[in-house]
């Protein structure tokens, strides 16, 4: 699935601001809960219940917390980029200011895959995740992120 159609225009928040890692997710699942019309409740369950297997943070200031759910029919995800990173037990120690907020329909399992790996592989290029955290708008943001399916398509 591209970037584009994963992290629409409207999918960026800028300048979240969790003191830690709970509740981030419990922001996110605020705000991906008002996008999908779901309990806030359903949505940090998903959350909490990946995070418990290990951690989401991927490194370089990078998490991505993502769960495949039987209440959604269509992929949702959302980008947040926090105003003061936040330590969220990555492998390298780096606290976390990006992050990639992925839900995806259990029934459409095979797409979720090449999904998170398209993200990583954008996120490789350190140009990215520059561009994320110098963006002055979500919008800009996500225009950055959408760019990179021409990079690395």
Sequence with gaps: MAMADLFPETNGILSLA?????????????????RLNQPREKVLEAILAREKLGSTALGRG?????????WLSQPAAVL??????IEMDARDGEPVDLVFLVLWPEAASEGFLPALSNICRALRDNQLPRQL?????????????????????
Excluded at 80 to 85: G, N, T, Y
């Design 80 to 85: 947040a980029r926090l105003a003061r990173p």
């Design 62 to 70: 990078v998490a991505m917390p993502h769960a495949r759910v039987d």
């Design 18 to 34: 969790p003191t830690d890692k709970t509740e981030l997710f419990e922001m996110l699942a605020a705000a991906m809960a008002g």
């Design 133 to 153: 955290r110098q963006a002055r708008s979500a919008d800009e943001a996500l225009r950055s992120l959408q760019a990179a399916d021409q990079v690395f398509p």
